[in-house]
Antibody, heavy 122, light 108 residues
Framework: QVTLRESGPALVKPTQTLTLTCTFS??????????VSWIRQPPGKALEWLAL???????YYSTSLKTRLTISKDTSKNQVVLTMTNMDPVDTATYYC??????????????WGQGTLVTVSS | AIRMTQSPSSFSASTGDRVTITCRAS??????LAWYQQKPGKAPKLLIY???TLQSGVPSRFSGSGSGTDFTLTISCLQSEDFATYYC??????????FGQGTKVEIK
């Protein structure tokens, strides 16, 4: 059974750097075709794709947030880490990680983690 | 980036109704479209992928159709557990994935 779980701070101050960890089980991110992505959702708003890392350590970022995001993986720990710099109140959102499997560049997001709410406030 | 536009943004319906949600892509995406259901406080759940393929375990009252730029999600007989927000998502233009703005289905 594949599961993913996000963890990180619930509250960060403006200008700080956010670090989120996605811990997963049931698959290996060193297996060809596997990718993990981060997606966020501000309260009451739509979903926004942020970043993706694949089994070969290729990384892709949202164009609008590219300068602030870094995604990395630790295959031995079954973790994917997302950092976002210079946090602002508009970054308040629930942050999800999700798996893309098979041929991940032609696959939907499934399953998703439960999400973690991050509030940006002084 | 490809824009995904859903309509309507919200509507009210009754249990037993047949409901249809539309998703339009700003350019052709073949059949690289997924539909998700999200309930309050929960993560999105994949319902349909490849525009019309039902994810394992999803009730058969859900169906999807379309290709190119126009897609629909249909719930043939709305159940109480179907009141939720539904999102479409294109996965044609990697490495950029985009979602629609969501359609909230409320109880009439």
């Amino acid at each position: 059974q594949v599961t993913l779980r996000e963890s990180g701070p619930a509250l960060v101050k403006p200008t700080q750097t956010l670090t989120l960890t996605c811990t997963f089980s049931g698959f290996s991110l060193s297996t060809s075709g596997m990718c993990v992505s981060w997606i966020r959702q501000p309260p009451g708003k739509a979903l926004e794709w942020l970043a993706l890392i694949d089994w070969d350590d290729d990384k892709y970022y949202s164009t609008s947030l590219k300068t602030r995001l870094t995604i990395s993986k630790d295959t031995s720990k079954n973790q994917v880490v997302l950092t976002m710099t210079n946090m602002d109140p508009v970054d308040t959102a629930t942050y999800y990680c999700a798996l893309l499997s098979g041929s991940c560049y032609s696959s939907p997001f499934d399953p998703w983690g439960q999400g973690t709410l991050v509030t940006v406030s002084s | 980036a490809i824009r995904m536009t859903q309509s309507p943004s919200s509507f009210s319906a009754s249990t037993g109704d047949r409901v249809t949600i539309t998703c339009r892509a700003s350019q052709g995406i073949s059949s690289y479209l997924a539909w998700y259901q999200q309930k309050p406080g929960k993560a999105p759940k994949l319902l349909i992928y490849a525009a019309s393929t039902l994810q394992s375990g999803v009730p058969s009252r859900f169906s999807g159709s379309g290709s190119g730029t126009d897609f629909t999600l249909t719930i043939s007989c709305l159940q109480s557990e179907d009141f939720a927000t539904y999102y479409c998502q294109q996965y044609y233009s990697y490495p950029t994935w985009t979602f629609g703005q969501g359609t909230k289905v409320e109880i009439k």
